[in-house]
Nanobody
Framework: VQLQAFGGGLVQAGGSLRLSCAASGGTFSSYAMAWFRQATGKEREFVAVISWNGGSTNYLDSTKGRFTISRDNRKNTMYLQMKSLKPEDTAVYYC????????????????????WGQGTQVTVSS
């Protein structure tokens, strides 16, 4: 499956953004989907993951209560609604997928994911 992330931009602290990840070329509902981010000079880190049917989610602790991951399997699209953004959320955000229809969620480590989008920049100004 090919992934394309979009929706990033420049926003002031406390503001909101919604990222989207459009999938094509595969059976979207066979994949667990995730968001990762990478700030300049730092390693790529897990942000959120959602199961193939949207029934299970998990988040990076610092984003709980502020970020919401969701998906629409009819539209082959995943979303990340971000609110109360902080300057430390500034990073390139990547969507990722791994074929996973088992109970539960895949690991939050990047090496588990087989398909990646190109990334979209999110910049939060103070």
């Amino acid at each position: 499956v090919q992934l394309q992330a979009f929706g990033g931009g420049l926003v002031q602290a406390g503001g909101s953004l919604r990222l989207s990840c459009a999938a094509s070329g595969g059976t979207f509902s066979s994949y667990a989907m995730a968001w990762f981010r990478q700030a300049t000079g730092k390693e790529r880190e897990f942000v959120a993951v959602i199961s193939w049917n949207g029934g299970s989610t998990n988040y990076l602790d610092s984003t709980k209560g502020r970020f919401t991951i969701s998906r629409d399997n009819r539209k082959n699209t995943m979303y990340l609604q971000m609110k109360s953004l902080k300057p430390e959320d500034t990073a390139v955000y990547y969507c990722a997928a791994v074929r996973w229809t088992d109970y539960g969620l895949p690991s939050p480590y990047p090496q588990w994911y087989t398909n990646w989008g190109q990334g979209t920049q999110v910049t939060v100004s103070s």
